[in-house]
């Protein structure tokens, strides 16, 4: 069995792990992470601001973005 520890976090986007990362819906698991600029790149091609996965509207600005400890 397979459990998400620091190392394997990513962002759901990229991919990549060594940048800061949020999660800024309310996706849970190893779905909910994204770095910033990706998630911002993202709502822009898809010209959406809502996540495909949970329906929630991302939270885009920094005080509401929930960083990973």
Do not use: F
């Amino acid at each position: 069995m397979n459990t998400n520890t620091e190392e394997e976090i990513s962002c759901r986007i990229c991919r990549d792990e060594t940048r800061p990362l949020v999660t800024p819906c309310l996706c849970a698991g190893s779905i909910a992470y994204v770095h910033n600029p990706c998630l911002e790149t993202w709502v822009q091609t898809r010209n959406c601001t809502l996540c495909e996965v949970c329906k929630v509207e991302y939270s885009r600005s920094s005080s509401q973005l929930r960083p990973l400890n």
